[in-house]
């Protein structure tokens, strides 16, 4: 067998890579409001990311998403694009960002090798996405979702995380614009990371949604080009978009999960929802050569865990790190 491959014989071919801690939303479901920032010499350089996809890329690694924090916070993304595009065996470049600043980067990100996006939304209404991330900022994530069409970063997905009371009311709405605007939506399940009071309110079920949805039409499974993620997919009658559900809660996906994750701190972590991580930075800043750093993320697909303990009853906070530093 060629490529990475864990214990479970999973192959791995996809790493998420947080570029950047910082935000300029703050959404209330979202741990970062209520933790303090990397110092700027914490956070991996491009040549340093380089260097490790790199190295991951003669592995087996073809696929890279850049996240954060908002990725399109940190200058000059696009050279890190660039940079990453010829790297050879890397096929894929994406992105997922809250939007606000597609507009400013869209085209230049697809000139430097971006493919495509998705971006974070959680309601069409301009009052509750101001609730919600704290900002008032859903015109430019509006404009940016345009941008990034005009641009041919396709597919844009939107990606909308369901809060029970919060904006699950807008489930329908959502769904209904796979039809009216060709969007691909997906759903996601909330995941306890350490924001109690909405941890209170509890989860709503993809199922739930799905429910919610059958009020316009039945959803037919969607078996067509999808992506890389857990996503299942499923269309909506006559509809040019797809509708996604992503269940970590409900039902966990890891018998075909795929992914490593690069902390911003360059931290190699082989699941979303367990603290296990390899320390790729202390080596890299202390010289270590292509075959060490090889061997390192060798050893983060050693310790990748059968499955994560979410549905499992564990406790809320399970995870130490905020989101915004692994890359959600
Ligand atoms: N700033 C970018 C954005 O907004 O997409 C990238 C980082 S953000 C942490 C990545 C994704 O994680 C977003 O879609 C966000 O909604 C999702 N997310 C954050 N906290 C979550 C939680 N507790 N449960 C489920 N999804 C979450």
């Known amino acids: 067998m060629t490529g990475l491959f864990d214990s479970f014989q999973r192959q ?17 479901y979202c741990s970062v409001g209520s933790v303090s920032l990397l110092p700027r010499s914490e956070v991996l350089s491009y040549e340093e990311i380089q260097h490790i996809v790199q190295a991951a890329a003669s592995m087996g690694i073809s696929k890279v998403r850049l996240t954060g924090g908002e990725p399109l916070l940190r200058p000059n993304v696009s050279r890190l694009v660039r940079m990453l595009s010829q790297i050879e065996d890397i096929d894929d470049i994406s992105l997922t960002s809250n ?18 996006v998705n971006v974070s939304l959680d309601t069409l209404k301009k009052d509750r996405f101001k609730r919600i991330t704290g900002r008032d900022k859903l015109g430019e994530v509006l404009s940016g979702i345009e941008a990034a069409h005009e641009a041919g ?14 904006n699950d009311d807008e489930v329908v709405d959502f769904a209904g614009m796979s039809t009216s605007q060709g969007w691909h939506v997906r759903f996601i399940e909330f ?14 079920s993809a199922q739930e949604i799905q429910e919610r949805i059958q009020s316009l039409g039945k959803l037919e499974p969607y078996t067509g080009k999808t992506g890389n993620g857990p996503a299942k997919y499923y269309r909506l009658p006559g509809a040019r978009g797809t509708i996604g559900f ?12 795929n992914r490593l994750r690069l902390t911003s701190d360059g931290q190699l972590r082989p699941c979303l929802l367990d603290d296990d991580e390899v320390n790729l930075k202390e080596p890299l800043r202390n010289g270590a050569s292509v075959d060490e750093i090889k061997q390192l993320i060798q050893k983060a697909v050693a310790i990748k865990r059968e499955r994560h303990q979410l549905t499992g ?16």
Do not use: W
């Open 153 to 166: 970063l396709q597919p844009v997905k939107i990606n909308m995380v369901v809060l029970r009371g919060m």
């Open 191 to 204: 995941m306890p990371f350490g924001t109690p009071q909405v941890e209170a309110l509890g989860t709503v």
């Open 99 to 116: 939007g606000t600043l597609l507009s400013k980067y869209a085209v230049e990100l697809k000139e430097a090798g971006l493919k495509r």
């Open 246 to 257: 992503i269940t970590p809660v409900t039902e966990h996906f890891c018998h075909s999960c």
């Open 313 to 328: 009853g564990l406790a809320p906070g399970i995870v130490r790190r905020p989101m915004c530093q692994i890359g959600g």
């Open 12 to 28: 791995i071919n996809y790493l998420r890579i947080s570029v950047t801690d910082r935000c300029n939303l703050c959404c209330i």
